[in-house]
């Protein structure tokens, strides 16, 4: 699912209107009617709803979802903020037709003193402002948010909370911002619900559907876009009856030291649950017995370290390689690790403490090979990148570094951000808190150096891997709960995972 700016979105609403056509009053009846389904579903009738509205046409959705409630046994109050002269011409029709119709209370709010008491179970409509925002909430309009705010209401934002910007909030008042249970946004996400610090506004988001025009979003593009199951079971690759292991390749995984062999068992598990055709798992002398006895399916290539990794077999034989997972920082690993950078020629996933060594080592970017993967968590980010105040510029960065160096940058968490080289960035939707545990991480490098062993492309393999690892958290966690969920789960669950995906 494509992502598109507020500026895109308007220019999609003026196509649809234009060559659908349809005319803009009716486009907005058609998604206050969406929104009116929903909360009748959501909240059925009789309820108290208290719908507050501003200027532009995200009041007017407001306003005609008012007219909608009050004809379905809501009980509707409407504030009409007056926060300037002009309002939007399909508002003020909306806002006429309520007068004449007369079938429920409007009321103009001109400071916070016309505030009404807000009930716990009043049903509050955030129409205030939609994506047209330009700048942030001030005056009385400031006071009716944080009025809302400190309520314990059923808040339910139209298209996205008031106040918040729909990409880039760096410089807003986070003061400012409406604080939705709920939030219904037109068509498309707003990049802006898939940042972590944004929750607090957005709570959850659903989008609906208003029938915009099918041709302008299949050819507006975007860099940014929601992973669908659709889109990655289009990327799978067949296999073919006379496929023997040799077509699957054979990976290289550099993992485990002294005290987290753990880490090195849990990759190559997962490696091999993944598809790949060979999979040989460097490590140091001492987890010999641990990876033969746990991993039988690996081939097992021992390190003259008993308890780090400080060199690796001779690599003409692998197709891909991973490094990182439970390997530790000392400084024989970090010579193998430019040792490994310069001579490898196959795409390479670089994880962990292989990221940290590089962090540390500035130098080294500049020989970082092209077509790598890079998997970090928030903090090897800051290590790797630098620190930003906000999710926003943080992406900037992930987008600009993936570019500069001509690799596929990963950013892992809730909405794993996946930024390539030729500037697109992909969310991946899939994966719930239960993965936020020991382990998880080195599942995926396990998953992603799999399928570039198999032949995916770099960031195809990212797109792929992202997408069934936090599927198999996700299908793990119905089973077993999301407190109990361990990283051994998500590998118990790859096979479903996969079922799954290819249905
Ligand atoms: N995208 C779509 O296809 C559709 C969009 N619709 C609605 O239209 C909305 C966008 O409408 P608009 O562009 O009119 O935008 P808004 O409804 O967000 O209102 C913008 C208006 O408020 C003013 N304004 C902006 N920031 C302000 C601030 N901080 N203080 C005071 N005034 C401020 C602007 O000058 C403008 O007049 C969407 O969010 C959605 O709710 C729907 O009507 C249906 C179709
Ligand atoms: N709240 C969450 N929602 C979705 N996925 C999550 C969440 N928390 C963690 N994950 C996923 O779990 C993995 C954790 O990786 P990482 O932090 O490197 O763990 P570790 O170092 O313990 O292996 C990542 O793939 C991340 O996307
Ligand atoms: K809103």
Redesign the pocket.
């Known amino acids: 699912m494509k992502i598109f700016t507020a500026k895109q979105?308007?220019e999609?609403?003026a196509y649809?209107i234009i060559n659908e056509p349809i005319s803009s009053i009716d486009?907005?009846e058609r998604?206050a009617g969406e929104i009116y389904k929903w909360i009748t579903d959501r909240f059925p009738a009789p309820q108290n709803c208290k719908i507050f509205v501003?200027?532009?046409?995200?009041?007017?959705?407001g306003l005609a979802l008012a007219r909608m409630l009050a004809g379905g046994n809501y009980s509707v109050e409407v504030f009409v903020l007056q926060?300037?002269d002009?309002i939007?011409a399909?508002a003020e029709a909306n806002l006429e037709c309520i007068r004449i119709l007369n079938t429920l209370d409007l009321y103009e709010m001109t400071s916070i003193d016309s505030m009404p008491w807000l009930f716990k179970d009043d049903i509050v409509i955030d129409a205030i402002?939609?994506?047209?925002?330009?700048?942030?909430?001030?005056g009385f309009?400031l006071d009716v948010v944080n009025a809302i705010n400190a309520s314990d209401a059923n808040v339910v934002a139209?298209?996205?909370p008031s106040g918040l910007m729909a990409e880039d909030n760096s410089k807003n008042n986070l003061r400012g911002i409406v604080r939705a249970d709920f939030t219904l946004s037109?068509?498309f996400p707003k990049l802006a619900f898939l940042f972590p610090e944004n929750e607090i506004y957005v709570g959850e988001w659903e989008i609906i559907s208003?029938g915009?025009h099918p041709d302008i979003i299949s050819s507006k593009t975007t860099a940014y876009k929601v992973l669908s199951k659709e889109f990655v079971k289009s990327l799978l690759m067949p296999r073919k009856k006379f496929d023997h292991k040799g077509t699957y390749g054979h990976g290289l995984l550099i993992s485990g030291s002294y005290g987290k062999m753990g880490a090195a068992i849990l990759a190559s598990r997962a490696s091999l649950r993944s598809g790949i055709g060979l999979l040989t798992s460097h490590i140091p002398r001492l987890g010999y017995q641990i990876m033969q006895t746990a991993v039988p399916e690996a081939m097992v290539s021992i390190d003259r370290s008993d308890i780090i990794f400080t060199e690796y077999p001779e690599l003409s034989q692998f197709k891909a390689v991973a490094i990182g997972p439970g390997i530790d920082k000392k400084q024989n690993s970090f010579r193998a690790i430019v040792n490994l950078l310069k001579e490898v020629k196959v795409p390479l996933v670089i994880d962990a403490d292989a990221i940290n060594i590089i962090s540390e080592h500035p130098e080294l970017k500049k020989e970082l090979p092209m077509g790598s993967i890079f998997t970090p968590h928030v903090r090897e980010f800051e290590r790797l990148v630098g620190k930003s105040g906000d999710s926003y510029t943080r992406n900037c960065m992930q987008r600009e570094f993936a570019k500069a160096h001509g690799l596929t940058l990963m950013l892992k968490g809730a909405y794993t951000a996946i930024c390539c080289p030729e500037g697109s960035c992909y969310f991946n939707p899939t994966g719930n808190p239960g993965m936020a545990t020991a382990g998880s991480g080195d599942v995926l490098t396990g998953i992603i150096l799999s399928l570039l062993s198999q032949g995916y492309s770099s960031h195809i393999a990212a797109i792929i891997g992202a997408y069934l690892h936090g599927l198999a958290g996700d299908l793990a966690s119905v089973d077993v709960g999301v407190e109990a969920l361990t990283a051994s789960d998500i590998i118990d669950y790859l096979p479903k995972a996969w079922l799954y995906l290819k249905k």
Do not use: H
């Open positions: 979105v308007a999609i609403d649809t486009l907005m998604a501003g200027p532009g046409n995200n009041g007017g959705d926060i300037s002009k939007s399909d402002f939609g994506s047209g925002l330009s700048r942030p909430i001030e309009a139209i298209d996205i037109f068509q208003i915009l």
